[in-house]
Every structure is written in C-alpha cells, then in structure tokens.
T-cell receptor, first 115, second 112 residues
Framework: AQSVTQPDIHITVSEGASLELRCNYS??????LFWYVQSPGQGLQLLLK??????LVQGIKGFEAEFKRSQSSFNLRKPSVHWSDAAEYFC?????????????FGTGTQLKVEL | GAVVSQHPSRVICKSGTSVKIECRSL??????MFWYRQFPKQSLMLMAT?????????EQGVEKDKFLINHASLTLSTLTVTSAHPEDSSFYIC????????FGQGTRLTVV
C-alpha cells in the first residue's frame, strides 16, 4: 500500500531564512509526487509535481523539490521564506496512470514564519 | 490554473438533519471528482471517487448510505451528509480532475 510520511508536524523559520520540508513515500511502482499548500480554512493549491524526467522540479512561489529515488524522498525547499508562506503543506503520492487519481496525502507540516 | 468552487464554505446543522455540499468546476469539465475528509490536525482522507453519470466508488469504511454522492453533470458533484451526527463534523474538500486534480476551498461542517 502506498503511504506518505511527513516527519515534521510543525516547523518555524525566520523570514528570509531557507526552508526544507521533508517527505518520504512508500510506493510499489514509479510514483507521481505532489506538494500542496493549504491556507487556513481553504482548499489545496498545487505547488509542484513530479512525474518523470529531471528530478529537480520547480514550482510556483519560488518553491522547488527534489525527487530522490534511492531515499524515497521528495523534499520541498525554498531559499528565502516570506511571511505569506505560513500555511500547511502536504506531500502526496499518486499512481503513474494519471495526475490526481486517488492521491495519498501525508499528515502535513504546519509552517510558521517569524518576522 | 483551473477553478473549483465548493459551497457552502461553512455550515452548522442540527443532529439528524441532512446537509448538501456542492463542488463545481467553473472553467473545465471534470469527468471525475473526488471527495476528501480532513480531521483537525490530520491529513486528507479520500472518501469516494465520483464519476459523471455513474455511481460513486467509495473507499473502504465509508458508508455510502450516509454520504450520498451525485455527479449529474460534468461540472457539478454533490455530497449529502444524511442524518448528520456530531462525529460527522469535519472539513470536507472536493477535487475535480481534468489533466490533474484541482481542489475546492473546502467546507467546514459542524453538527450540533
């Protein structure tokens, strides 16, 4: 069965500092991997996704993520965090038959940004 | 990106009543929509997959008679929580799939 682990429930960083959110997955085949951001009381917005090809993917809002098959990881990074980045971040994995089908989500990481 | 609109964003209902939540894809047609439930401080759990014109496929452990899903058109799916109980209080999120899934803004349901 597929699963996603986000080891960090909460992370606090200072504005302007770099950020890395961890995501590890378990999947029986080549996965599709996603990072979503959720603001309070809101739905999910796709930050970036990995289907194949270059293992370093660029997303919106200055985020990037690197797929490392050997480590079963897909960590999200941002070089300089802005206060508006404070939100909940979810990593998700889905089957390689098409983006968005039956996504399995991690438990999320709550990001706080100190001014 | 594509827009998915979910309504209402927040609803309070009495125990025993039914509540309908709508999920609309505003600028694209979605043959498949998904309904998720999110408990406080937890992740999203897939409840069911809704296919236009056919019966929804429910995940294991989800009561199909309690959570009625209708996907009557390519732009609208509805989730009706029947005979709501306080334990049904949760955040419900839909997503609509075109080439990829786009999410609605969610509905906070509180059953009192």
């Amino acid at each position: 069965a597929q699963s996603v682990t986000q080891p960090d429930i909460h992370i606090t960083v200072s504005e302007g500092a770099s950020l890395e959110l961890r995501c590890n997955y378990s999947y029986g085949a080549t996965p599709y991997l996603f990072w979503y951001v959720q603001s309070p009381g809101q739905g999910l917005q796709l930050l970036l996704k990995y289907f194949s090809g270059d293992t370093l993917v660029q997303g919106i809002k200055g985020f990037e993520a690197e797929f490392k098959r050997s480590q079963s990881s897909f960590n999200l990074r941002k070089p300089s965090v802005h206060w508006s980045d404070a939100a909940e971040y979810f990593c998700a994995v889905g089957p390689a038959t098409g983006g968005g089908n039956k996504l399995t989500f991690g438990t999320g990481t709550q990001l706080k940004v100190e001014l | 990106g594509a827009v998915v609109s979910q309504h209402p964003s927040r609803v309070i209902c009495k125990s025993g009543t039914s509540v309908k939540i709508e999920c609309r894809s505003l600028d694209f047609q979605a043959t498949t929509m998904f309904w998720y439930r999110q408990f406080p401080k937890q992740s999203l759990m897939l409840m069911a997959t809704s296919n236009e014109g056919s019966k929804a496929t429910y995940e294991q452990g989800v009561e199909k008679d309690k959570f009625l899903i209708n996907h009557a058109s390519l732009t609208l799916s509805t989730l009706t929580v029947t005979s709501a109980h306080p334990e049904d209080s949760s955040f419900y999120i839909c997503s609509a799939k075109a080439a990829e899934a786009f999410f609605g803004q969610g509905t906070r349901l509180t059953v009192v």
